[in-house]
């Protein structure tokens, strides 16, 4: 199928489908549930996946028996030749593990590779479910704050060298492009970081998630295609379901070049028996890797006029705002620290006054307060009811 505009631009009634997005919003953010509030925060988007998809998935449902499933070379093979093609790096299809989701990825990581109290090294701010990762597995943060200036955002070598030099800081979790702040590192930048990492021994696990959400201009670097150096260092996790919108089918993966660190991972996740593929999973994957380039195409397209739509009009209408446009991703990292408000009460601005739902900064970390995060794959339609809510709610304020 050949995808436009219009088939972003549809509306699809989400409420009622059981979407966390939708269905769980005023819950989660303690809204009365009478308020129609938009959903603006977690990341999937509001558009349909790509019809192949839908026909494969559907086909696959009247099947009507959706017990275990066998783990088939084409799954592997269809990863690889995306990856290649994609992201410029050759894999070996025996180096990609199935997992079923990025974050038990990273989390069996570290289980796996530190123990309990070590420091795990995160920039923050940075995707909460990271901190969370190394909390709740009793390890320690150790924060390598971004350097933001005018909006820009870039990494502390200086600060990262003397943490990678500490012996009790282990591994590094890395989001590539960053979640929130919308930067796609270059190639260089990553490779400085890379090098410090593997020369201190600390292991590197990039979250590349988000690596084909790239807007023009920009591209991504897969982490382990940098040098072999890296690559032995390196435990990378994809997924395809930002890039088409199937995060509910639970299916993602592992690359590991290094045969030993792919051991002991694999170890990890049979501890845990986290390896049961999703039913529907695969058949979505393989067939979006290999019929679909052209849906990933229009999407980057369109989200990029989202941002073009919603850049202007923050110029126009709320400058007290200052939007830091994404490089990739579909998330957008709004600053409001000049309105005059505290962190807090610029949350409360926008769930109790603007009734968006958002991802608010102080879950990114300290270095988030003052921000907010907005989700903007979503047609049009649903962006401009945002903006308008956003600019009367000031006006009223
Ligand atoms: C950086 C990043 N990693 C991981 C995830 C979630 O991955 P999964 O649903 O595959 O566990 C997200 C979702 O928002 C994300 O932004």
Redesign the pocket.
């Known amino acids: 199928m050949k995808y436009n505009k219009e088939y972003f631009d549809h509306y699809t009634e989400r409420r009622g489908t059981r979407s966390i997005k939708w269905d769980g919003c005023n819950k989660k953010f303690g809204v009365d549930p009478d308020v129609e509030m938009i959903p603006m925060w ?2 999937d988007m509001d558009f349909k996946c790509p019809e192949e998809v839908i026909e494969a998935v559907t086909e696959k449902a009247r099947e009507g028996i959706y017990g275990y499933s066998t783990r088939e070379d084409s799954f592997f093979e269809a990863i690889a030749k995306w990856v290649e093609k994609r992201y410029l790096w050759k894999v070996e299809k025996d180096w990609i593990i199935f997992t ?7 989390t069996v990581a570290i289980q796996t590779f530190t123990q309990p109290g070590d420091g795990i090294i995160v920039q923050t701010p940075v ?1 909460y ?2 901190m969370d990762g190394v909390k709740n597995n009793g390890r320690t943060l150790v924060e390598n704050v971004l350097i933001e200036k005018d909006g820009v955002y870039t990494m502390d070598f200086q600060d990262l060298e003397e943490k990678a030099k500490n012996p009790f800081n282990k591994l590094l979790i890395l ?1 590539n492009p960053h ?1 929130p702040v919308g930067r796609c590192w270059t190639k260089e930048e990553l490779e400085r970081l890379g090098n410090i990492c593997a020369d201190n021994g600390v292991l590197v696990v990039s ?1 590349e ?2 690596g084909d959400l790239i807007m023009e201009g920009y591209s991504h670097c897969a982490m382990s295609g940098i040098s072999e150096k890296i690559k032995n260092n390196t435990i990378t ?1 994809y ?1 395809p ?2 890039t088409f919108n199937l ?1 509910g089918l ?1 299916t ?1 993966y592992t690359i590991i070049p290094n045969d030993s660190i792919r051991e002991k991972f694999q170890k990890g996740l049979n501890a845990n028996r986290v390896f049961n593929m999703n039913w529907f999973g695969p058949v979505a994957l393989e067939t979006a890797y290999e019929k679909c380039q052209g849906y990933v195409e229009a999407l980057c397209e369109y989200l990029k006029e989202n941002l073009d739509y919603m850049e202007a009009y923050i110029k126009e209408y709320i400058p007290q705002i200052k939007m830091i446009r994404p490089e990739g ?1 579909y ?1 957008v990292w709004l600053d409001f620290r000049k309105t005059g408000m505290t962190a807090e009460e610029i949350e409360d601005f926008v769930v109790n006054k603007a009734y968006i739902g958002a991802d608010l900064g102080s879950w990114f970390g300290k270095p988030g307060e003052g921000f907010i995060r907005l989700n903007i794959a979503c047609p049009r339609c649903i962006l401009e009811k945002a903006m308008e809510r956003l600019k009367n709610s000031f006006c009223e304020n």
Do not use: E
């Open positions: 977690i990341a079923p989701g990025v974050i038990p990825g990273f995707y479910p990271f989001s979640n979250d998630i988000h996790n997924a379901s930002k995060a639970q993602a991703t998330l």
